[in-house]
């Protein structure tokens, strides 16, 4: 099976799961309803502290919220919180809170990554790299934030000539120990499906720093 057929039928097989188990909740901050998955939970420890539970399974009562400044905004009131857990609650610091949620998005694509290599769907390493432009197989490319200039130009080159968009993100060590691979100065996605999986994530990351820096940024919020 070729190297994008794999990410396809990865795609396929984990989509139809998906519409088997999908698990739907409501925000507390804007009550629209969407696939847990694409939340964050908060859970409520037996000393009533409300914590971010980053892997979605802490025991107990739990309320979802939108990865979303404004919806973590409302979402972190003291009576809106204690009303949803139905007892009383002490309210996490909001700023910490913004900083834990950046983080898990960042695992999340992480995650996201660590798949689509074991599906077949990335491919990495300056060789593999160009071949892969040379047949028109790469669709998306992560460019990691340290790497050369002059090898970060020719990435950059590659990518204006075949049409090929490309984020900056990750460390090369970071870059590829996500993958499983020694350090990496870039990443192509190679499968369509998958693409669109990780461009939601990685739009749900962008979103959020951006939102969170205009807040931090914003006069009156220090």
């Not at 984990?14 to 964050?40: K, M, W």
């Amino acid at each position: 099976m070729a190297e994008t057929d794999i990410g396809q039928h990865y795609q396929k097989e984990s989509g139809n799961a998906r519409s088997r188990h999908r698990v739907e909740r409501t925000c507390i901050g804007c009550r629209a309803q969407r696939e847990a998955h694409d939340l964050v939970r908060f859970a409520c420890t037996p000393q009533g502290q409300v914590i971010l539970d980053a892997s979605g399974r802490a025991p107990g009562r739990g309320v979802y919220v939108c990865c979303d400044v404004l919806c973590l905004h409302k979402a972190l009131k003291s009576a809106k919180l204690a009303l949803a857990l139905k007892r009383s609650i002490m309210v996490p610091d909001v700023d910490s809170v913004y900083q834990d949620v950046q983080r898990l998005l960042y695992k999340r694509l992480s995650a996201c990554l660590s798949l689509g290599q074991k599906a077949g769907a990335l491919v990495s390493g300056y060789a593999l790299l160009r071949q892969a432009f040379a047949q028109a197989r790469v669709l998306y490319m992560i460019v990691a934030e340290d790497i050369a200039i002059g090898r970060a130009k020719e990435y950059y080159s590659w990518c204006t000539q075949d049409g090929v968009p490309y984020v900056i993100l990750f460390t090369k060590e970071d870059l590829g120990h996500i993958i499983g691979k020694p350090s990496r100065s870039a990443v192509g996605l190679t499968a369509p499906r998958f693409l669109e999986f990780l461009l939601a994530r990685l739009t749900a990351l962008e979103r959020f720093q951006t939102a969170y820096s205009l807040k931090r940024n914003a006069p009156g919020s220090h």
